[in-house]
């Protein structure tokens, strides 16, 4: 086996799969990276068992082959090398890859590429759907911070998916609650699939999705192969295994009906959260929102540190109320909705408040459990 790549290539392959590679395991191998190489180009892929990333590069092929290396000590030689090109070489019947680079030589010990689990291929046919790269990662942006991270909490791991079909168009949609909040998001898609009856995106798999879809614009694949989601955009396929575990009826919780509306601009609202919470309680940032005739007074109080009180305008319905939220949860939620006027709609002080857009017409909204305060 013998290749030489450039050196940004090398790095842009080896920086997807850092996030992937288990950094303790008993299984040593799935710390590596799989190089592939042949004639028509380097085949680099990374798998944990539950999440896998596959990706095809140019190189100048001498001898094909294969061999797994550590993926993280493989990443800081590439960040290092002192030329702009590097050069592979595995003498016959050896484990240890040569690595030369200007002057900097390393040996690097590798494991068989026989050894290495297999990772899904993207399945053949046009059974799939398309959805562009700034839809597929504002699904994700606005969900993934809401997916528990109690594994105890089956069904609440991942973030929920399903296809939406009204007015005619077609929208896919992801839902996370981690049972203090939810938050809801659609856009739209093309194509047609096979949609599992129960489909829950992991966290992990999700997180480093989001990291793929960030480096450029494009359309994304999207498929299922047994219980494997696999998203694919040019030479790169991603694939992570699909959760056990059923997901609840989220439209349960979600408010049908509100006694008090308040539309706020959002940064005006971050701002006070923000500042306001400073003297909140570390453990639950436990806040107040007063909500009168033109107003919202949002106050925080510990008495070990003292309080801190913030009054904003707002176009106000409804009476007057007082209802305590864990502010880190309402702040999340307002960043991820990122537009400029928000509305806020409560029940009474003990039910869950809607937060959504001011444009009705989004497919997106965020619910948050109210908290009792002294």
Same mark, same amino acid.
């Given at each position: 086996?013998?290749?030489?790549?450039?050196?940004?290539?090398?790095?842009?392959?080896?920086?997807?799969?850092?996030?992937?590679?288990?950094?303790?395991?008993?299984?040593?191998?799935?710390?590596?990276?799989?190089?592939?190489?042949?004639?028509?180009?380097?085949?680099?892929?990374?798998?944990?068992?539950?999440?896998?990333?596959?990706?095809?590069?140019?190189?100048?092929?001498?001898?094909?082959?294969?061999?797994?290396?550590?993926?993280?000590?493989?990443?800081?030689?590439?960040?290092?090398?002192?030329?702009?090109?590097? &050069?592979? $070489?595995?003498?016959?019947? #050896? *484990?240890?890859?040569?690595?030369?680079? =200007?002057? @900097?030589?390393?040996?690097? !010990?590798?494991?068989?590429?026989?050894?290495?689990?297999?990772?899904?291929?993207?399945?053949?046919?046009?059974?799939?759907?398309?959805?562009?790269?700034?839809?597929?990662?504002?699904?994700?942006?606005?969900?993934?911070?809401?997916?528990?991270?109690?594994?105890?909490?089956?069904?609440?791991?991942?973030?929920?998916?399903?296809?939406?079909?009204?007015?005619?168009?077609?929208?896919?949609?992801?839902?996370?609650?981690?049972?203090?909040?939810?938050?809801?998001?659609?856009?739209?898609? &093309?194509? $047609?699939?096979?949609?599992? #009856? *129960?489909?829950?995106?992991?966290?992990? =798999?999700? @997180?480093?999705?989001?990291? !793929?879809?960030?480096?450029?614009?494009?359309?994304?694949?999207?498929?299922?192969?047994?219980?494997?989601?696999?998203?694919?955009?040019?030479?790169?396929?991603?694939?992570?295994?699909?959760?056990?575990?059923?997901?609840?009826?989220?439209?349960?919780?979600?408010?049908?009906?509100?006694?008090?509306?308040?539309?706020?601009?959002?940064?005006?609202?971050?701002?006070?959260?923000?500042?306001?919470?400073?003297?909140?309680?570390?453990?639950?940032?436990?806040?107040?929102?007063?909500?009168?005739?033109? $107003?919202?007074?949002?106050?925080?109080?510990?008495?070990?540190?003292?309080?801190?009180?913030?009054?904003?305008?707002?176009?106000?319905?409804?009476?007057?109320?007082?209802?305590?939220?864990?502010?880190?949860?309402?702040?999340?939620?307002?960043?991820?909705?990122?537009?400029?006027?928000?509305?806020?709609?409560?029940?009474?002080?003990?039910?869950?408040?809607?937060?959504?857009?001011?444009?009705?017409?989004?497919?997106?909204?965020?619910?948050?459990?109210?908290?009792?305060?002294?």
């Amino acid at each position: 086996m013998e290749f030489r790549i450039a050196k940004d290539e090398l790095i842009r392959a080896l920086s997807r799969v850092q996030g992937i590679v288990e950094k303790r395991s008993t299984n040593p191998i799935i710390a590596n990276v799989l190089l592939e190489v042949s004639p028509q180009g380097m085949r680099v892929a990374a798998t944990d068992t539950e999440v896998a990333f596959v990706g095809r590069y140019a190189v100048e092929c001498s001898r094909a082959g294969a061999l797994t290396l550590g993926a993280r000590q493989l990443y800081e030689i590439a960040r290092l090398v002192p030329t702009d090109a590097v &050069t592979f $070489t595995l003498p016959e019947g #050896s *484990s240890q890859m040569e690595i030369r680079s =200007g002057k @900097a030589f390393f040996k690097v !010990l590798g494991l068989s590429a026989d050894e290495f689990p297999p990772v899904p291929d993207p399945p053949e046919g046009s059974d799939a759907i398309e959805i562009e790269a700034s839809d597929l990662k504002a699904l994700i942006d606005k969900t993934l911070y809401a997916i528990s991270s109690d594994d105890t909490r089956t069904g609440l791991n991942g973030a929920h998916v399903e296809p939406r079909k009204e007015g005619g168009k077609t929208s896919l949609r992801f839902v996370a609650t981690d049972g203090h909040r939810l938050s809801l998001c659609g856009r739209p898609y &093309t194509g $047609t699939v096979d949609f599992p #009856s *129960s489909l829950l995106l992991p966290k992990k =798999g999700l @997180a480093e999705l989001r990291k !793929l879809v960030e480096d450029g614009e494009g359309t994304w694949r999207m498929s299922f192969a047994e219980n494997q989601a696999v998203f694919c955009k040019g030479s790169t396929s991603f694939s992570m295994r699909l959760l056990e575990g059923d997901f609840p009826d989220y439209t349960q919780v979600i408010p049908k009906a509100w006694q008090r509306r308040i539309e706020v601009p959002r940064d005006a609202l971050v701002a006070a959260l923000r500042r306001v919470s400073i003297l909140a309680a570390e453990k639950s940032h436990p806040v107040r929102l007063a909500v009168e005739s033109g $107003t919202v007074v949002v106050t925080a109080r510990q008495p070990e540190t003292g309080e801190a009180r913030e009054e904003l305008e707002a176009q106000v319905e409804g009476t007057d109320l007082e209802i305590g939220f864990n502010a880190r949860y309402f702040r999340d939620a307002l960043v991820a909705l990122n537009t400029d006027r928000v509305v806020v709609e409560i029940g009474d002080s003990l039910s869950p408040c809607l937060v959504r857009p001011a444009d009705e017409a989004a497919d997106e909204l965020y619910v948050i459990m109210p908290m009792r305060l002294e």
